[in-house]
């Protein structure tokens, strides 16, 4: 774009900062190494002058640039965004019709939703008397490693020490890396609890399980922000057993604490509900939504929101004037080129869009030991792990292992075959999963979906292997850098083999032993 003149420079001049020092690191002026297409095409396989010509195409007509979220899960992920943003503003068509970028098109219906942006009813939020925080992705290292320094976006904090876990919603044995690691870190505090439906691998390590209700158990409203509707999700089943609602559960503790009635004000779960539905009405007015009375919405079950009157525009204001409507950025433009992330003085991160070669290297290096780059990607057939021992996900499964996706060129020299239940394995350990052999991946690359439930054998071992198929069991547990410290579950390096033994049952859905204690 830039040796052939094809950026937009009025767009740059007027909307950007920092196009100088960006335009150096492209043209190799500061490292003598040229970002051209010819170094791109050793890196990406990609032939050098299929580069070119998309370049060419992207800047003679409308183009529209998304991104999953899913690529900022690794090393230095943070940088493939950036690289989109810089991109598509040298481009110059972000904040037009058809043309710039999106993050993230999926269900989540955040990018490129036709509908009026209204967050719903919401419960009242208090002050949380402690600010110390860390990122999600480094929980097992606050845990083994309380009282050391690590960095995070410019600044150097101090992991706390932490004796307690209180854990309601989510299950970090699915979203964190290196199990084995985390195991081992999960044993430092001194009482977990958790709220939970079902016998999740965070539920058996836990201490105490206070068995929270379904959705199907208990009454809510469903509502998100872009999504254009409002459900009412009424009560279908009695609650099961002794489990009880998030609500019930919190109210019966803030009770025994001394202090219910400032957290009930007094009110039960369905007049919280009315409570939060009528103060939302007048933001909803705000946004051009009527809504009707609790009551009404309570029988009819849902609303649906009228579509806005003109299509929504990613960043359209912002272009439109960019001084009435700034971006959030120091400079309120788009940075190409940040100070602020340059004063930092992280090599990783120098302030704008950059390849980091030693990364890279680092990498080639580990790949010497284990070929097989494994992509660990979302399920098709579950949320998450949500569901995993339901039928959908199930019938997926090979001999009751998460399937793994191979290139027969891989497999054969392995003797591996449609089907075959394989040992997937690296220096942080090793799972087992049954393989489904297409050409429709590359040949060096192996594929799984997360969300297998983590199922160890031998768990006197220091590191058991998983007999269900999770692969975070193998994936790195190292932050994608200092900028953004997030999860680098997305790809790691493994070796695999032809597992010959007898198969270990799949205990991963069987509720722990229990042990009643004498006076119980």
């Given at each position: 774009l830039i040796a052939e003149q094809l950026v937009d420079r009025a767009f740059v001049a007027r909307y950007t900062t920092g196009y100088a020092p960006y335009s150096a690191y492209l043209l190799g002026e500061n490292d003598g190494v040229v970002k051209s297409p010819e170094w791109a095409a050793e890196i990406t396989g990609l032939a050098a002058d299929d580069i070119r010509q998309l370049a060419r195409r992207m800047a003679s007509r409308k183009t529209m640039i998304n991104i999953a979220w899913s690529v900022q899960r690794a090393r230095q992920g943070e940088q493939a965004f950036w690289a989109v943003v810089a991109t598509t503003a040298l481009l110059g068509q972000i904040g037009t019709a058809g043309g710039g970028l999106g993050f993230g098109y999926a269900s989540t219906n955040l990018a490129g939703a036709d509908r009026r942006m209204f967050s719903g009813p919401r419960l009242p939020v208090g002050k949380n008397p402690v600010s110390r925080r860390i990122p999600v992705a480094r929980i097992a290292d606050m845990l083994l490693q309380p009282g050391e320094p690590f960095d995070f976006d410019g600044q150097s904090l101090t992991y706390p020490d932490i004796r307690l876990i209180y854990w309601a919603g989510g299950n970090t044995f699915h979203h964190h890396q290196d199990l084995n690691k985390l195991v081992s870190a999960w044993q430092r505090p001194d009482t977990i609890i958790v709220h939970e439906q079902f016998w999740t691998a965070q539920a058996k390590f836990a201490d105490?399980?206070?068995?929270?209700?379904?959705?199907?158990?208990?009454?809510?409203?469903?509502?998100?922000?872009?999504?254009?509707?409002?459900?009412?999700?009424?009560?279908?089943?009695?609650?099961?057993?002794?489990?009880?609602?998030?609500?019930?559960?919190?109210?019966?503790?803030?009770?025994?604490?001394?202090?219910?009635?400032?957290?009930?004000?007094?009110?039960?779960?369905?007049?919280?509900?009315?409570?939060?539905?009528?103060?939302?009405?007048?933001?909803?007015?705000?946004?051009?939504?009527?809504?009707?009375?609790?009551?009404?919405?309570?029988?009819?079950?849902?609303?649906?929101?009228?579509?806005?009157?003109?299509?929504?525009?990613?960043?359209?204001?912002?272009?439109?004037?960019?001084?009435?409507?700034?971006?959030?950025?120091?400079?309120?433009?788009?940075?190409?080129?940040?100070?602020?992330?340059?004063?930092?003085?992280?090599?990783?991160?120098?302030?704008?869009?950059?390849?980091?070669?030693?990364?890279?290297?680092?990498?080639?290096?580990?790949?010497?030991?284990?070929?097989?780059?494994?992509?660990?990607?979302?399920?098709?057939?579950?949320?998450?792990?949500?569901?995993?021992?339901?039928?959908?996900?199930?019938?997926?499964?090979?001999?009751?292992?998460?399937?793994?996706?191979?290139?027969?060129?891989?497999?054969?020299?392995?003797?591996?075959?449609?089907?075959?239940?394989?040992?997937?394995?690296?220096?942080?350990?090793?799972?087992?999963?049954?393989?489904?052999?297409?050409?429709?991946?590359?040949?060096?690359?192996v594929q799984m979906s997360t969300g297998a439930w983590y199922d160890p054998l031998n768990t006197h071992q220091a590191a058991p292997m998983d007999k269900h198929g999770n692969p975070n069991v193998l994936t790195e547990d190292r932050g994608s850098s200092r900028l953004g410290q997030g999860c680098s579950a997305q790809t790691c390096f493994v070796d695999i083999q032809l597992f010959d033994q007898p198969l270990p049952e799949i205990t991963a859905y069987n509720p722990p032993q229990f042990v009643h204690y004498p006076g119980e």
């Open positions: 105490i399980v206070l068995p929270a209700s379904t959705s199907l158990e208990r009454e809510d409203i469903g509502s998100a922000s872009n999504d254009g509707f409002m459900i009412a999700m009424q009560q279908h089943i009695a609650l099961f057993a002794e489990a009880k609602s998030d609500y019930a559960i919190f109210a019966a503790l803030a009770q025994r604490l001394g202090f219910a009635p400032a957290f009930t004000e007094g009110r039960n779960e369905r007049e919280w509900l009315q409570a939060i539905y009528e103060g939302s009405r007048p933001r909803a007015e705000e946004q051009g939504i009527t809504l009707p009375s609790f009551s009404a919405f309570w029988e009819t079950g849902q609303l649906e929101y009228a579509r806005p009157a003109q299509p929504q525009i990613m960043l359209q204001d912002f272009r439109d004037d960019p001084d009435a409507a700034p971006l959030s950025t120091p400079s309120g433009k788009i940075e190409l080129f940040s100070a602020t992330v340059a004063g930092f003085d992280y090599q990783e991160a120098p302030g704008h869009a950059y390849w980091h070669q030693p990364e890279y290297e680092a990498q080639q290096a580990v790949k010497q030991h284990w070929p097989l780059h494994l992509l660990s990607s979302q399920p098709r057939t579950r949320l998450h792990s949500q569901y995993d021992h339901g039928k959908v996900s199930q019938q997926t499964k090979i001999a009751g292992r998460e399937p793994l996706w191979m290139h027969p060129d891989d497999a054969q020299p392995r003797g591996i075959g449609e089907n075959s239940i394989v040992k997937v394995f690296n220096s942080r350990g090793a799972l087992l999963a049954g393989v489904h052999l297409t050409r429709d991946i590359l040949p060096g690359v």
